[in-house]
Antibody
Framework: EVQLVESGGGLVQPGGSLRLSCAASGFTFSSYNLNWVRQAPGKGPEWVAFLSSSSTTIFYADSVKGRFTVSRDNAKNSLYLQMNSLRAEDTAVYYC???????????WGQGTLVTVSS | DIVMTQSPDSLAVSLGERATINCKSSRSVLYNSDNKNYLAWYQQKPGQPPKLLIYWASTRESGVPDRFSGSGSGTDFTLTISSLQAEDVAVYYCQQYLTAPPHTFGQGTKLEIK
């Protein structure tokens, strides 16, 4: 069974940093592209970052470019999101998601809540 | 970026009746090389992550009831629930994945029981 479990969320002040983790199991981690998708309270999902299976291709949403860094450790079956210079508008539930045959997200974690507030 | 627009924003349908949700993309998501529409549908219930229902515009994900179907091509797509069940109350999102990211989502359609 495919499982994705996010951790690392919490309350942080504007300008602060957080590192999110996503532990994966139930599939060959190194074979799949992964995404971070966030969802602000009461809003729809917003794609944040993409990382290819071999880490050779990375994309970021314009809203986080230069502030967020996505990475993975295929030996540890883990995906990460380093978030710096956090803003109030980054407040959201952050999901990691595994792609299917192409760019759709076939599996999602339960999410971790990031709240940016003073 | 491709903009995805869903209609209506909310919908109330009686149990057992048909529910139809529309999604329009700002440009075609049909890839001519493989003749596939790079369009997915998700269902999200309160407090849960989105769940994949449909990909390639009309391919039902394993385990999804056959009352859910997807149709359309190019820029106009439809998610149909043939006979609404109580457990189908949720917000539904379309997403395009044609291009390199961003893989944009629609704004969502909230489905309720009439």
């Amino acid at each position: 069974e495919v499982q994705l479990v996010e951790s690392g969320g919490g309350l942080v002040q504007p300008g602060g940093s957080l590192r999110l983790s996503c532990a994966a199991s139930g599939f060959t981690f190194s074979s799949y592209n992964l995404n971070w998708v966030r969802q602000a309270p009461g809003k729809g999902p917003e794609w944040v970052a993409f990382l290819s299976s071999s880490s050779t291709t990375i994309f970021y949403a314009d809203s986080v470019k230069g502030r967020f860094t996505v990475s993975r450790d295929n030996a540890k079956n883990s995906l990460y999101l380093q978030m710096n210079s956090l803003r109030a508008e980054d407040t959201a539930v952050y999901y990691c998601a595994r792609e299917g045959y192409s760019g759709y997200n076939a599996y999602w974690g339960q999410g971790t809540l990031v709240t940016v507030s003073s | 970026d491709i903009v995805m627009t869903q209609s209506p924003d909310s919908l109330a349908v009686s149990l057992g009746e048909r529910a139809t949700i529309n999604c329009k993309s700002s440009r075609s998501v049909l890839y001519n090389s493989d003749n596939k529409n790079y369009l997915a549908w998700y269902q999200q219930k309160p407090g849960q992550p989105p769940k994949l229902l449909i990909y390639w515009a009309s391919t039902r994900e394993s385990g999804v009831p056959d009352r859910f179907s997807g149709s359309g091509s190019g820029t106009d797509f439809t998610l149909t629930i043939s006979s609404l069940q109580a457990e189908d109350v949720a917000v539904y999102y379309c997403q395009q994945y044609l291009t390199a990211p961003p893989h944009t989502f629609g704004q969502g359609t909230k489905l309720e029981i009439k």
